[in-house]
Nanobody
Framework: VQLQASGGGLVQTGGSLRLSCAAS????????MGWFRQAPGKEREFVAS????????YYADPVKERFTISGDNAKNLVYLKMNSLKPEDTAVYYC?????????????????????WGQGTQVTVSS
C-alpha cells in the first residue's frame, strides 16, 4: 500500500487546514486509516483514526473538539479537518493504514497498530 498525503502548509493561530491522504495498491485489505504527527525533537504521536467498519473514530485528547477525521472507503481517501489551530499543533503529519482487525480499540490509537505510512506533510501554525 502506498500513501500520499497533502494539504499541509502555514497558517495563523486559530486558522484551519484540511489534510488529505490517498491510498493506492492493495487497498482492498485496509481496515482503518489514521493520522499521526511528529513535532521537532518529539516522538511521533497519535492524532486521529477511523475504522472503515462502522466508521468508528478515535481522537487524541489535545485535538478533540478541534479536529475531525473522515474518509471515503470506496475511494481509499482519508481527511483530517483541523480547526482552531494552535502553535503546538505544528508538526509533520503522517497518514497511516492498517489491514489488521483488532479486538481492542486501543491499538487503533497506537503507532504499532499501523502497517503502512505516508511521507508526511508539514503543518506550521504561527503565533
Amino acid at each position: 500500500v502506498q500513501l500520499q498525503a497533502s494539504g499541509g502548509g502555514l497558517v495563523q493561530t486559530g486558522g484551519s487546514l484540511r489534510l488529505s491522504c490517498a491510498a493506492s495498491g492493495r487497498t482492498f485489505s485496509i481496515s482503518a486509516m489514521g493520522w499521526f504527527r511528529q513535532a521537532p525533537g518529539k516522538e511521533r504521536e497519535f492524532v486521529a483514526s477511523i475504522r472503515w467498519s462502522g466508521g468508528i473514530t478515535y481522537y487524541a485528547d489535545p485535538v478533540k473538539e478541534r479536529f475531525t477525521i473522515s474518509g471515503d472507503n470506496a475511494k481509499n481517501l482519508v481527511y483530517l479537518k483541523m480547526n482552531s489551530l494552535k502553535p503546538e499543533d505544528t508538526a509533520v503529519y503522517y497518514c497511516a493504514v492498517t489491514s489488521a482487525r483488532y479486538a481492542s480499540s486501543t491499538i487503533y490509537r497506537a503507532i504499532r497498530g499501523f502497517d503502512y505510512w505516508g511521507q508526511g506533510t508539514q503543518v506550521t501554525v504561527s503565533s
